[in-house]
Each structure stands twice: as C-alpha cells, then as structure tokens.
C-alpha cells in the first residue's frame, strides 16, 4: 500500500468535491501534534457551547481526550490522516493482527483483524454539533474514506476485508447505518461500548470488491 494516495470528500462551503489525499504512514509525532491542536479548537468551541448552556450529552464524546496519552505506537499499529487544503481532516489508528481484537462474528469466530482503534474527524467537521452553536461543518466523507481505508489494508492482509471496533454512543448510528457494520452487542469488558465488525460481504460491497 502506497503512503500517500489521492481521494475526494466534499467541500460543503464549495458544494463541490475537493481533492484530498490519505496518508497511510502518519508519523505518531504529527499525529499527536495535530491532535493537540485539534484539542485548543475544541476547547474553543466547547466554551461557546457552554455559554450556550447546551447539554453535556450534546458535547463531542472525545472532547476531554488527551493526545499527549494516546497509545498510538505499538508494534501492530498503523496510523492514518486525511489531508485537504492544508490541514488534516481526519486521523485514524487501527491495530493489524492484534491477539486482543479477535473476530467474533459466527462464520469467522476467533480469527485475525483489523480493529479500529481511533477514528476521529477534525472539530470544525463535526456536522451533528456545530450547528448547535452557530458554525457549519467544512467537509464531510471524511469517516467512510478512513473506514475504506481500514477495510483496504484488511484486504491487503490476507482479512479478506473484515475490520471490527468499539463505537462512542454518538458514533454507533454511523457504524450501524453508514457503514452497515453489525453490532455484537455492549461489551462489559470494555467500557460498555458497543462493538462492532464488518462482515466481508459488507466490506467488499462497502468498496466495490466483486470477487
């Protein structure tokens, strides 16, 4: 897999798509440097919704996350970054082969994966929250390119696609709708998030794999 490839998402100040470009090699440096900076535009928006006194259930659910003390460099990680117009976009890290994240769907119970272990897009892209106070989200496409890539990499390590993750409540209705990723329920050892996967038949329709 190349470290860089040419995508679209789209402007939706523009109406228009805009080229962007995945990177699939992203330095945990500039990850977390970016993550940092993401954080001070958060703060920024979370004290506008704050005057606003918007309800604490209507907050991003990542926004107390710490960057700094992400576990973003362990052996089987792989960090991406969606870049358009200058400033990333999106950022994902997902675990390849993990013993910990195994698949439990019941025609492939118990084998290797590709788990999602951060998915994120850039604040000034949160569409559900900012129009609660006053701004528009800038681009959107973002999470299903992250997503494609994710499924791409499964791919390209012999998972025939599947790719499995813990969705933050506000996510769940994108894992589930969008991407048509099954649910498996709370899980009790992790949070109580509720965990996903994607089926291979899924996952190749989800990129437009025939064979």
């Not at 470290?3 to 523009?14: E, L, N, P």
């Not at 559900?128 to 496409?141: C, Q, Y």
């Not at 649910?183 to 025939?210: H, I, N, S």
Request: hydrophobic fraction near 40%; charge should be neutral.
């Amino acid at each position: 897999m190349s470290s860089q490839a040419k995508i679209h998402i789209y402007d939706i100040h523009a109406r228009d798509v805009a080229e962007a470009i995945l990177h699939s090699d992203f330095a945990a440096s500039d990850m977390r440097d970016v993550g940092v900076a993401w954080k001070r535009e958060l703060d920024r928006y979370m004290a506008d919704a704050k005057q606003r006194r918007l309800a604490p259930s209507l907050w991003p659910q990542y926004a107390h996350w710490r960057w700094d003390t992400k576990s973003i460099e362990a052996p089987e990680a792989r960090r991406f970054a969606i870049e358009c117009q200058g400033d990333i976009q999106g950022m994902m890290v997902v675990l390849v082969g993990s013993s910990r994240h195994l698949t439990r769907l019941k025609e492939q119970v118990g084998q290797e994966t590709v788990y999602v272990d951060y998915l994120l897009t850039a604040p000034w892209n949160l569409s559900s929250f900012l129009p609660l106070i006053g701004e528009r989200a800038r681009f959107k496409g973002v999470g299903p390119e992250l997503i494609g890539a994710a499924i791409d990499l499964s791919l390209d390590q012999g998972y025939n696609g599947h790719i499995c993750l813990h969705a933050l409540p506000q996510a769940e209705r994108f894992y589930g709708d969008a991407c048509r990723m099954v649910t498996q329920g709370p899980d009790w050892g992790y949070q109580d998030l509720r965990y996903f996967e994607m089926p291979v038949a899924q996952a190749k329709l989800f990129r437009g794999v025939t064979s």
